[in-house]
């Protein structure tokens, strides 16, 4: 069973949003995600190895198809991305402004790979988990 750091991967997608303009940078990323969670006496663990997770998380996404390149005509300057609708519909699923819902994340670790396209597809179509 594969598990995914939930948080870092909304981080990545909420800066793919934004990043029109500019490269995105996971790396980067996730060293203000890690600054973040220590500002909230959350553990960090290993700054270089959440570094590197996001970096893979990056090349996850962009294989999987929740992220494509950004066109140039909005913003993109080779090393962008904008959301596709799978990533749109994982960002909804991870969306942590909805208070008390976990219901979503816990659908999704209960699922071999849940960034599996496949798997994903199906479970995102079920309307029950939103």
């Known amino acids: 069973m594969t598990t995914y750091n939930w948080e870092l991967i909304e981080r990545l997608l909420h ?6 303009g500019h490269s995105f940078a996971p790396r980067a990323y996730a060293e203000e ?6 500002a909230q006496g959350q553990a ?6 959440l570094k590197a997770l996001a970096a893979d998380y990056e090349r996850l996404l962009l294989k999987h198809g929740y992220i494509e390149s950004r ?10 991305f904008i959301l596709t609708p799978r990533g749109s519909a ?7 402004s909805i208070p008390g819902n976990d219901h979503p994340l816990q659908v999704l670790d209960e699922q071999a790979d849940a960034l599996d ?5 199906q479970v995102a179509a079920k ?3 939103a």
């Open 33 to 38: 995600h890690a600054t973040a969670q220590a």
């Open 44 to 49: 960090t663990g290993n700054l270089d190895d």
């Open 127 to 129: 309307v029950q988990i």
């Open 90 to 96: 994982l960002l909804s699923l991870l969306d942590s």
């Open 15 to 20: 800066e793919v949003q934004n990043s029109a």
């Open 117 to 121: 396209p496949t798997t994903f597809d």
């Open 71 to 80: 066109p140039e005509g909005e913003g993109g300057n080779g090393e962008n």
